[in-house]
């Protein structure tokens, strides 16, 4: 067999190897994961300061430090202004459920097995009780999923002290990121370095152009939604701004999500017909905004995946990886998108691409 066909068959192997000894240790790996993420993200800004001569350590103690703080006030912000929003909801919901009760026909109340207004008031308070008390469940299902996943004690605790040392991780990351790729490369054989990391440096920018410019296209546009609403006289405008924000990363997913809470909550705030048509006017507005000036500037075609490739993504490693895999979909898909680029580019230019077949091997229909 050819040495080369030889050489991928076992890459392949160690590969699947590698990737089976890392689902066997997912509850160590998946915080280190974490780690590496945020220092593939925040190492340029460490590269930066060092082209300005600060030193590697002090760069990552200022990167770090000024990463935590616009954490905490965008937490600080986001916190006290959801929770008054959800304040403001529940005094208003009364009247929400009366316009609600009159404009639904009835047989869809019926449906739904609601005999009067008094039944519907009980399902939004419900509504509303379950997202207050939504971080409490959240921490109860996650200490009982943990309990059940890692199945022993010492295991639990292994797992739940790799999360806590995600800073400790991040800046040793940080600090020998650019040892690391440099060790990495130099473990490449000499004849195939070269193609790789070309291919690499293809792979990095895609990676970037999602990581730096997609999120940063979500952010833009979730501060746009939420100024927006609040301007037109929607409530709870940031919460539904920052949802539907976050949700731009499936394509066209966050403007539908938007479109339909916020003209829900129009109609019925105003009982009339304008204000509905200002909020699908004003998103549809934005997303006009976003398709000629703010991700072509931004991301521009770095990216490279069609609509739906990246919503089969998205549902695939949803489905196969839960959370992490809605976190992780896009990128690792731009990137295999790159490798199968450069695959197709090879087998056009094989001789078996170029192989003809004989008339006389050809079915007649």
Not at 99 to 122: A, C, H, N
Not at 140 to 147: D, K, M, P
Not at 325 to 334: D, E, Q, R, S
Request: proline share 4%; net charge neutral; with cysteine.
């Amino acid at each position: 067999m050819n040495r080369k066909i030889w050489i991928a068959c076992l890459s392949v192997v160690l590969v699947l190897l590698l990737v089976g000894f890392f689902y066997l240790i997912r509850s160590i790996f998946i915080p280190f994961l974490l780690a590496l993420i945020l220092a593939y993200f925040l190492d340029p800004a460490v590269d930066w300061m060092e082209e300005k001569r600060v030193s590697r350590n002090l760069s990552v103690g200022l990167v770090f430090g000024l990463f935590l703080l616009v954490a905490a006030l965008l937490l600080g912000f986001l916190v006290p202004t959801i929770k008054a929003e959800i304040v403001s909801l529940n005094q208003a919901l009364p009247g929400y459920v009366d316009t609600l009760y009159r404009m639904i026909p009835k047989p869809v109340f019926e449906w739904l097995g609601i005999s009067g207004e008094q039944d519907l008031q009980g399902l939004f308070d419900k509504v509303l009780a379950g997202a207050r008390n939504l971080s409490f469940d959240l921490v109860n299902q996650v200490a009982v999923f943990l309990s059940k996943a890692f199945g022993s004690t010492l295991r639990f605790f292994l797992a739940l002290l790799g999360y806590f040392i995600i800073p400790l991780y991040l800046f040793y990351l940080l600090r020998d990121f650019d040892h690391l790729k440099d060790a990495a490369i130099d473990l490449l054989p000499s004849g195939v370095r070269g193609k790789t990391i070309s291919v690499g440096q293809e792979v990095n920018v895609v990676l970037g152009g999602f990581i730096r410019g997609q999120l940063t296209v979500c952010m833009i546009l979730g501060i746009l939604y939420s100024i927006g609403l609040m301007m037109i006289g929607i409530d709870m405008p940031f919460v539904i701004g920052l949802l539907s924000g976050i949700g731009f990363i499936i394509p066209y997913l966050g403007t539908l999500i938007g479109i339909v809470v916020a003209g829900t909550m129009a109609v019925v705030k105003f009982h009339d017909l304008l204000h509905p048509l200002l909020v699908l006017g004003f998103f549809g507005a934005v997303q006009a905004l976003e398709g000629s000036v703010i991700t072509p500037r931004i991301v521009g075609n770095r990216v490279g995946l069609h609509p739906l490739a990246t919503i089969l993504a998205v549902l695939v490693g949803g489905e196969l990886f839960g959370f992490l895999g809605l976190l992780l979909a896009v990128p690792v898909a731009a990137s295999v998108n790159v490798l199968l680029k450069h695959g197709i580019r090879r087998y056009r230019k094989s001789s078996f691409y170029g192989v003809e077949i004989d008339s006389g091997e050809e079915f007649n229909a």
